[in-house]
C-alpha cells in the first residue's frame, strides 16, 4: 500500500510538478587534474554551517545569515577561500591544490587507514558509552513531542508554471519556496502536525505515545495518507549498529562494524554550547553499499554526540529515492545528560535519480521538550489500547496551535494551509487528484460508494475462459463501523454468473467485536493454499490464471456461507469463532470429487456437502494498523504472523457429509539481517481426524502460472502432492544488492539477489485413499519434497525473475523439474 501511494504521488507531482534565505552557494570540487572530490568540507567563513560534497564532488549550502565566503578543505588539498560576489550563487566551479596533509591525523584522500586513525579511538569510546547515554541513564522518563510532516512536489522552474494544465490554478506558485539541503524548489502539497505525550520504562523495556493533538491539510482525504507516513517515518537511533528506512537496513556511522564500510576522519574540535567537542567526516567505503555520507560532533568527556549530519549517498541500491537528508541536535541537561532536542529528515522520491527529474520531497521536523525522570507508572499504564480514538484530537483550534507549537510556522508554512484547502476545491485539481486516488486504492468513489476493486475487472481460467467481475462496497469513510461490499461475475466460458457478497458490523469499539456473515458462489482453485479462513470474498486464484503452464481444469465450483464474530481482547491478538455450510463440486468434466459412500466401493457422489464450526486465533506482534473502523489499513513495516485454526466438520446438519476434527498452524517470521538482507521463514502445520473425500484434504499448493505466488511451490502442479497430515518450510532470503555490489561491472545494475529453499511433507490415512472415487492417484510426500531457487530483482526497479529447481520426485508425470517464474512489484 506504501508503496502505491508513493509512486501515486510521485506521478501525481508529474503532472503538478523567490527563495527567502539570505546566502545560497551551489556548486562542485574538483582537483588540478579536473576530476570531483567527493566528501570534501564546504563551510561559510566564521561558521560552523557547512556540508559535505557527494561522491560527484558537488555541494549546496545555503543560510538565513549573510556571508561573503566559503571555505572548502580536504586532506591532502590546502585549504581554499571562496568569495561570495551575492547572496545567490550557482554553478560555482571550485579546484583544490595539493598541499601537505596534516601530520597529526595519518590519513589520506579515498579510504582511510584503520590503523593509528584518532577517529577511530573517539569512535570506540563512543561505542563504550552509548549505552548510559541520554534517556538510558534513567530507569523512566516521560516528554512531549511535536512533530511537523510535509510533502512537497519539487525541482519547479518557470516552463513548469507555464504549463497548460495550470490554468486557472497559478496562483500555487506563489507558495514555492527552496530547500535549504538541495537547493531545488519545492511547492507544499500537504502537510500535518501532532503534539504527543510519550513515557517511558528502561526496566520494563516498554514505551507509551499518547496523541495530544493532530491537524493536516493537502491531500489528505482517507487513511491511505496516514498509512503511508507511518510506514515512512519509522523511529530510530543513530547508536543502533542499523538503521532501518523504507524496507532496507543502514549501517549507522556510530555502528561497531562501522570501520568495515565507512571512512573516519577527524577534522575539528571546538566549544559548542560551552562542551569541547570532536568533529568527524564519514563517508562510505564503497559504492552501492546502504551507508550515509556526513559528519557529528561529539563530546570529549561523555563522547555523547552533540549534533549529527547524515546524507544517503546516491549510489546506495534504494528505489524511488534519491535522497535522504537526516540532521540530530541533542540537548546538554545538567551538564552530562545529552538528550536529542531536534530531529529533522528529509526524503527525495523520484522515479529516477536523474538531477533534473521531478518528484517529492518528504519532510519530518520532530522537537523533544519537557522532560521528566524517574517518575514510575504501573505496568498496566504500558498496555496498548486496542482501537481507542478521540476525535477531540483532530478538532483543536488554531489558538491552541499557536499555543502549543514547540516553533511557529513560518510565513510559508502558515499559507500552506489556505493554499491547499484552496486548491483542493479547484475543478482540474480534483480531477487529477482522483485519479491518484483511484490508483492508490483500486476504488472509484461515488459519494458513499466506491466502485472496484478495478484491478480484478478482467480475468481468465480454463474453465470460465474471459471472465469479467464488477464490485464495489459502501466507504463513508476510514473508520466506517460497518461495511457492505460485493460483486457479481460472468465467465464466457460456462456462460454461467457468479457473485459474492458480505457484511461486517462492529458492535463494540473498545475491543472490536465484528460480527459478519456473507455468501459467495464461484469458481476456485482450492489447491493453490493451505491455511485459509472463511472469509468470503477472500482471494480466488481461478479468476487470476491469464498466463498459465500446462493445461488447468482442475477447478472447484463453490457455494460458500459464513456467519462469525471475532474480537481483539489486547493489541494485534485476534480470537474469533464461526459457521460455515459449503457446498464444493467440480467444474470442469476433466476433474472429478467423486468419493465413495459405502464400504462395497459401489455407490458414488459428486457433490460435497459440508457443515462447519471454526475457532480461530491470530496474534501479529509490532504490526501497525492505521484506522478504527471495521477495516483497517496495515502498515508495511515486517510484523511476525501466527495464525491457528480449529475447524469441527459435523455431519448430518443441513444435510451435512462429513464428520472431522482439523487443526492448522501458520507462522511466518521475517528476518533483517543488518546489512546483509532479509529473510522470511514461513511454517505451515495441519493435520485432520476423520474420513474426508478430496474436496475437503490439504493439497500441497502448486504453482502453475507464471508468477511468483506466495506461500506456493513453483514447481508443483496442482493436486500433484495431496494429503491429510502435512508440514511446509519456506525459506527465503534477499540480499538486497549486498554481492552484485562487490561485482564491478554489475554495480550500476542495483540488482538483488534473492535465493530460497521450500520442503514439504505430508500422509495419507488408508481410510481416506479408501473413499477415493475421483480417479486420481493419491500421492503424499512421506519423503519429503524439497525445491530451491535464486532469483534476480530489481531489474528496471519493479520485475523480479526467479529459477527453480526440483530437489526430489522428478520422475512424478508431468513433472516440473525446472522452472522459471517472474513477478512485478513496487519495492524500495
Given at each position: ?549 500446462g493445461n488447468n481444469g482442475k477447478l472447484t465450483n463453490i457455494n460458500l456461507t459464513n456467519i462469525a464474530i471475532e474480537m481483539e481482547p489486547s493489541k494485534n491478538f485476534v480470537i474469533g469463532t464461526g459457521f460455515s455450510y459449503r457446498t464444493l463440486e467440480s467444474a470442469s468434466n476433466v476433474f472429478s470429487l467423486n468419493y465413495f459412500t459405502d464400504a462395497a466401493k459401489t455407490a458414488t457422489k459428486s457433490q460435497v456437502k459440508q457443515s462447519e464450526v471454526n475457532l480461530q486465533v491470530e496474534y501479529t506482534p509490532k504490526k501497525k494498523n492505521v484506522g478504527y473502523g471495521v477495516e483497517r489499513l496495515a502498515v508495511d513495516s515486517p510484523y511476525s504472523q501466527l495464525f491457528l485454526n480449529f475447524s469441527q466438520g459435523v455431519k448430518g446438519v443441513f444435510n451435512s457429509d462429513f464428520d472431522y476434527t482439523k487443526v492448522q498452524l501458520f507462522l511466518k517470521q521475517p528476518i533483517i539481517i543488518g546489512p546483509l538482507g532479509r529473510t522470511n521463514i514461513t511454517l505451515e502445520a495441519g493435520k485432520t481426524f476423520g474420513t474426508i473425500p478430496l474436496g475437503l484434504m490439504s493439497i500441497i499448493p502448486g504453482n502453475q502460472s507464471y508468477f511468483q505466488i506466495e506461500n506456493t511451490f513453483a514447481n508443483l502442479n496442482f493436486y500433484e502432492f495431496i494429503s491429510d497430515e502435512y508440514t511446509t518450510l519456506q525459506w527465503e532470503h534477499n540480499f538486497q544488492g549486498r554481492l552484485f555490489s562487490r561485482i564491478p561491472f554489475m554495480k550500476k545494475l542495483n540488482w538483488r539477489e534473492i535465493v530460497g529453499v521450500r520442503g514439504a511433507y505430508g500422509n495419507i490415512s488408508q481410510a481416506n485413499r479408501d473413499i477415493n472415487a475421483t480417479g486420481q492417484v493419491y500421492l503424499a510426500p512421506t519423503t519429503p519434497y ?43
Amino acid at each position: 500500500m506504501t508503496k502505491k501511494i508513493l509512486l501515486s504521488l510521485v506521478l501525481l507531482s508529474l503532472f503538478l510538478n523567490v527563495a527567502f534565505a539570505q546566502t545560497k552557494v551551489s556548486g562542485y570540487v574538483i582537483d588540478n587534474t579536473n576530476q570531483p572530490v567527493p566528501y570534501a568540507n564546504v563551510i561559510f567563513k566564521n561558521s560552523k554551517i557547512g556540508v559535505v560534497t557527494d561522491e560527484n564532488g558537488k555541494f549546496y549550502i545555503e543560510s538565513d545569515q549573510t556571508f561573503t565566503a566559503i571555505i572548502v578543505s580536504f586532506i591532502g588539498y590546502q585549504n581554499k577561500e571562496v568569495p561570495l560576489p551575492k547572496a545567490v550563487n550557482y554553478n560555482f566551479k571550485v579546484t583544490l591544490s595539493d598541499g601537505e596533509a596534516l601530520k597529526e591525523v595519518v590519513i589520506f584522500a579515498g579510504k582511510t587507514s584503520k590503523k593509528n586513525n584518532p577517529a577511530l579511538d573517539i569512535l570506540r569510546k563512543i561505542w563504550e558509552r552509548k549505552r548510559k547515554n541520554g534517556l538510558r541513564m534513567f530507569n523512566q522518563y516521560q516528554y512531549d513531542k511535536y512533530e511537523k510532516i510535509e510533502f512537497d512536489m519539487n525541482r519547479i522552474d518557470s516552463a513548469f508554471m507555464k504549463n497548460k494544465l495550470f490554468k486557472g490554478v497559478e496562483f500555487i506558485f506563489n507558495k514555492v519556496d527552496t530547500s535549504r539541503v538541495t537547493g531545488k524548489t519545492y511547492l507544499p502539497i500537504f502537510i500535518n502536525e501532532s503534539l504527543y505525550e510519550v513515557n517511558g520504562d528502561n526496566l520494563l523495556g516498554k514505551t507509551k505515545e499518547i496523541i495530544k493533538a493532530n491537524k493536516n491539510s493537502g491531500l489528505s482525504n482517507g487513511d491511505g495518507v496516514n498509512t503511508f507516513i507511518s510506514d515512512l517515518y519509522s523511529q530510530y537511533d543513530i547508536y543502533n549498529n542499523h538503521l532501518n528506512f523504507f524496507d532496507k537496513s543502514f549501517t549507522s556511522p556510530l555502528s561497531k562494524t562501522g570501520i568495515d564500510v565507512y571512512n573516519y576522519i577527524l577534522r575539528d574540535s571546538a566549544f559548542i554550547d560551552k562542551k569541547w567537542c570532536y568533529n568527524i567526516v564519514f563517508y562510505p567505503r564503497r559504492k552501492n553499499e546502504l551507508t550515509f555520507k556526513g559528519d557529528f560532533w561529539v563530546n570529549d568527556t561523555t563522547f555523547a554526540i552533540k549534533t549529527i549530519n547524515m546524507e544517503v549517498s546516491k549510489s546506495a541500491n534504494i528505489n524511488w529515492v534519491k535522497e535522504i537528508y537526516i540532521e540530530q541536535e541533542f540537548d546538554v541537561l545538567n551538564d552530562s545528560v545529552f538528550l536529542l532536542k531536534r530531529d529533522y529528515m528529509m526524503s527525495d522520491f523520484a522515479l529516477n535519480k536523474k538531477e533534473k527529474s521531478k518528484g517529492i520531497y518528504g519532510k519530518r521536523t520532530t522537537l523533544f521538550d519537557n522532560h521528566k525522570f524517574n517518575i514510575e507508572k504501573p505496568e498496566k499504564f504500558y498496555k496498548e489500547e486496542v482501537n481507542f480514538i478521540d476525535n477531540e484530537v483532530f478538532t483543536k483550534s488554531d489558538e491552541f496551535w499557536e499555543e502549543n507549537r514547540f516553533e511557529k510556522l513560518n510565513k510559508d508554512e502558515i499559507g500552506i494551509y489556505k493554499m491547499l484547502d484552496t486548491l483542493k476545491t479547484v475543478k482540474k485539481f480534483k480531477q487529477m487528484y482522483n485519479l491518484v486516488s483511484i490508483l492508490g486504492s483500486g476504488y472509484i468513489q461515488k459519494g458513499n460508494f466506491d466502485f472496484g476493486p478495478i484491478f480484478s475487472i478482467f480475468g481468465y481460467n480454463d474453465v470460465e475462459q474471459i471472465r469479467l467481475r464488477v464490485g464495489g462496497r459502501t466507504y463513508f469513510g476510514p473508520n466506517d463501523k460497518w461495511r457492505l461490499q460485493g460483486y457479481t461475475a460472468y465467465g464466457f466460458g460456462d456462460n454461467k454468473v457468479k457473485y459474492g457478497m458480505s457484511g461486517k458490523w462492529m458492535i463494540d469499539k473498545k475491543k472490536r467485536v465484528i460480527i459478519s456473515g456473507g455468501n459467495r458462489r464461484d469458481v476456485e482453485q482450492i489447491g493453490a493454499s493451505l491455511t485459509t479462513t472463511n472469509d468470503v470474498l477472500g482471494r480466488s486464484f481461478a479468476s487470476s490464471s491469464l498466463f498459465a503452464s500446462g493445461n488447468n481444469g482442475k477447478l472447484t465450483n463453490i457455494n460458500l456461507t459464513n456467519i462469525a464474530i471475532e474480537m481483539e481482547p489486547s493489541k494485534n491478538f485476534v480470537i474469533g469463532t464461526g459457521f460455515s455450510y459449503r457446498t464444493l463440486e467440480s467444474a470442469s468434466n476433466v476433474f472429478s470429487l467423486n468419493y465413495f459412500t459405502d464400504a462395497a466401493k459401489t455407490a458414488t457422489k459428486s457433490q460435497v456437502k459440508q457443515s462447519e464450526v471454526n475457532l480461530q486465533v491470530e496474534y501479529t506482534p509490532k504490526k501497525k494498523n492505521v484506522g478504527y473502523g471495521v477495516e483497517r489499513l496495515a502498515v508495511d513495516s515486517p510484523y511476525s504472523q501466527l495464525f491457528l485454526n480449529f475447524s469441527q466438520g459435523v455431519k448430518g446438519v443441513f444435510n451435512s457429509d462429513f464428520d472431522y476434527t482439523k487443526v492448522q498452524l501458520f507462522l511466518k517470521q521475517p528476518i533483517i539481517i543488518g546489512p546483509l538482507g532479509r529473510t522470511n521463514i514461513t511454517l505451515e502445520a495441519g493435520k485432520t481426524f476423520g474420513t474426508i473425500p478430496l474436496g475437503l484434504m490439504s493439497i500441497i499448493p502448486g504453482n502453475q502460472s507464471y508468477f511468483q505466488i506466495e506461500n506456493t511451490f513453483a514447481n508443483l502442479n496442482f493436486y500433484e502432492f495431496i494429503s491429510d497430515e502435512y508440514t511446509t518450510l519456506q525459506w527465503e532470503h534477499n540480499f538486497q544488492g549486498r554481492l552484485f555490489s562487490r561485482i564491478p561491472f554489475m554495480k550500476k545494475l542495483n540488482w538483488r539477489e534473492i535465493v530460497g529453499v521450500r520442503g514439504a511433507y505430508g500422509n495419507i490415512s488408508q481410510a481416506n485413499r479408501d473413499i477415493n472415487a475421483t480417479g486420481q492417484v493419491y500421492l503424499a510426500p512421506t519423503t519429503p519434497y524439497w525445491e530451491y531457487s535464486a532469483g534476480i530483482g530489481n531489474i528496471f526497479k519493479v520485475f523480479r525473475i526467479d529459477c527453480s529447481w526440483r530437489g526430489n520426485y522428478k520422475d512424478v508425470p508431468e513433472a516440473n523439474n525446472f522452472t522459471v517464474k517472474g513477478s512485478f512489484g513496487f519495492y524500495f
